[in-house]
């Protein structure tokens, strides 16, 4: 059964990665599968984002130069707490389950270790979408 794209295109996602590839990667697979995208290469800009349209899912990098992705999601909780957070780490040092430990304790609601494929990434999107529907 496919999809009902008429849904996933009711869904905005913000992207935040410092990372211009990974950045447009995830971007260009989730306007693939019919959502609504949107690119910040920062917690800043993602903000300036979020003041402005409706958005039902944070996707962020946790490391990142100018804000950390694990302060990025205490601010998200903090100023929006129904968000959905999915963070993505490749780890500092190889180690990314640390950092995604503590995403995960801090709220995100899903954590996902780089490199991951495209249906790992839709499959916690319409995962976590369809529990907020």
Same mark, same amino acid.
């Given at each position: 059964? %496919? *999809?009902?794209?008429r849904? %996933?295109q009711?869904?905005t996602?913000?992207?935040?990665?410092?990372?211009?590839? &990974?950045?447009?990667?995830?971007?260009e697979? !989730?306007?693939?599968a019919?959502? /609504?995208?949107? !690119?910040?290469?920062?917690?800043?800009?993602?903000? @300036?984002l979020?003041? %402005? /349209? %409706?958005? /039902?899912v944070?996707?962020t990098? !946790?490391?990142? *130069?100018?804000?950390?992705?694990?302060e990025t999601?205490?601010?998200?909780r903090?100023?929006? *707490?129904k968000?959905?957070?999915i +963070?993505?780490s490749?780890? +500092?040092l190889g180690?990314?389950?640390?950092?995604l /430990?503590?995403? @995960?304790?801090?709220?995100? $609601?899903? $954590? &996902? $270790?780089?490199?991951?494929? @495209?249906q790992? !990434?839709?499959?916690?999107?319409?995962?976590? &979408?369809?529990?907020q529907?």
């Amino acid at each position: 059964m %496919q *999809p009902d794209t008429r849904i %996933q295109q009711s869904f905005t996602i913000i992207v935040i990665d410092d990372d211009d590839t &990974l950045r447009e990667f995830v971007a260009e697979v !989730l306007r693939r599968a019919h959502y /609504n995208v949107l !690119l910040a290469s920062g917690a800043d800009e993602a903000f @300036r984002l979020l003041e %402005q /349209n %409706q958005v /039902n899912v944070v996707i962020t990098d !946790l490391i990142m *130069p100018e804000k950390e992705g694990l302060e990025t999601i205490v601010e998200l909780r903090r100023m929006y *707490p129904k968000i959905k957070i999915i +963070a993505m780490s490749g780890g +500092a040092l190889g180690l990314p389950w640390a950092n995604l /430990n503590s995403a @995960r304790r801090l709220g995100a $609601t899903v $954590t &996902l $270790t780089k490199p991951f494929s @495209r249906q790992e !990434l839709l499959a916690e999107v319409a995962r976590i &979408l369809e529990a907020q529907s």
